[in-house]
Each structure stands twice: as C-alpha cells, then as structure tokens.
C-alpha cells in the first residue's frame, strides 16, 4: 500500500521558498508512488492551546476551530511533513500553533503520532543556519518529535529570503525531492 504523507505549509507567502520546497518534496514522494495530501495552515483558523486540559481527561480538543479537521488527517498519515519559514530565530507562530495542539494526542500510552515519520523544511533569510535561528527550530523540532516518539528522516533547511530564492538554488531544491523520495520509502 502507498504512504500517506500529510504536508503542512505555515508560511503566510503561496509561492515563498519553504512552499516551493515543499512542492518539490512533494514531487519527489509522488514519484515514489506515495500518497501525499498537503494543508496550508496559515489559511486555516487554528487557534494556540489554551490549556483547559480537558483533552488530558477525555482524549478530545474542545477548541473547535480548523484543527478538528487536522488531527484525522494527522492520525491518518504514515509521514507528517512540516515546512516552517524562520521568524525570529524559530519556526513561525502558524507552525507552533498546530505543534502546541498535539497535547490533545498525548495518552497514558504516549501521543498517539508515536512512530510516524516527520520530514521538515526550513527557509531563512540569514547566510547561517545558526545566526538565523535555524539551529533553534531544529532544535525545537527535534525535542518535540523525541517526546512524542515519531521519528524524523530528514531536515532540508537552506537560505532563500526573497519569493522565488529557493527555485534559483537547485541544489536546495534536489534535497527536498529526494526527502520526498525518502518518505515515500522509509
Ligand atoms: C516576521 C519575519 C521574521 C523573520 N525572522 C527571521 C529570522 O529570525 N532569521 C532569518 O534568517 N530570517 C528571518 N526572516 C526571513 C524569512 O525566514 C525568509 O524570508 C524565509 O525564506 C521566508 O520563508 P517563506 O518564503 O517560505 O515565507 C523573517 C521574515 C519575517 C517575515
């Protein structure tokens, strides 16, 4: 059976440089045969945890909002793909809204994305992963994805400020198509 790959795009720009990889990852997963299905969640209205905990009692979200429509899709995945522009030194606020609400998949026996496949991409402006914050949304992703127990199979991160940056370097580009190919596999 194919892989279901479930993209999120969080940044607010349709033709910016982590879509285009994204897009690129995608070619490079459906090439493989895999079944991706991409969501851009700055479009969607998905509100920051607010900490009622009833999700801790009953398993359910209670904020009804945009999310209810993500988490089947989420559970549903074989491989989640996040693709984050860098703002201010981490992944943006669209991004960290959805990873705060995967509170409401944690169980007694762990979050319920446990042994899913995460791909991540991340654009910045900045020449250096560390000086543009890169490095703290790794650092972020790799803490979060440990917790929950999923594993992640490849980062893509590069430098491509302006819209239209990430197509003109193409050896960017080739890294997210062959972590397309990757999910699509693993
Ligand atoms: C609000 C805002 C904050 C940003 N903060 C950073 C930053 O901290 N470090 C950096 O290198 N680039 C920063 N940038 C530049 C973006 O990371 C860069 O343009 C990126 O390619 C945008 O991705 P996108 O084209 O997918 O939207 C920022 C851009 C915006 C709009």
């Known amino acids: ?23 690129q990852l995608v070619g490079g997963a459906k090439e493989m045969g895999a079944d ?11 509100q ?11 398993g ?3 904020v009804k909002d945009d999310m209810q429509k993500v988490y089947p899709l989420l559970e549903k995945a074989d491989a989640i793909v996040l693709a984050s522009p860098i703002y201010y030194f981490t ?21 319920s994305l446990g042994g899913k496949e995460i791909g991540i991409i991340l654009t910045y402006g900045d020449t250096d992963l560390h000086n543009s914050g890169g490095i703290n949304a790794i650092r972020t992703l790799e803490d979060t994805f440990r917790y ?26 080739k890294r997210a198509f062959n972590l397309g190919q990757k999910l699509a596999e693993a």
């Open 36 to 46: 991706v299905e991409c969501l851009s969640i700055h479009d969607m209205n998905i």
């Open 91 to 111: 992944i943006n606020a669209q991004a960290k809204a959805v990873i705060d609400r995967l509170y409401a998949l944690e169980t007694e026996q762990g979050n």
């Open 60 to 62: 359910v979200c209670i």
């Open 1 to 23: 059976m194919s892989k279901q790959i479930l993209v999120l795009k969080s940044s607010p720009r349709e033709n910016g440089n982590s879509n285009a990889l994204a897009d």
């Open 48 to 58: 920051p945890c607010d900490a009622c905990d009833v999700c801790q009692e009953t």
């Open 148 to 173: 929950i127990g999923a594993k992640i199979v490849g980062i893509v991160h590069g430098t491509a400020d302006g819209v239209g940056d990430a197509e003109k370097d193409p050896e960017l580009m």
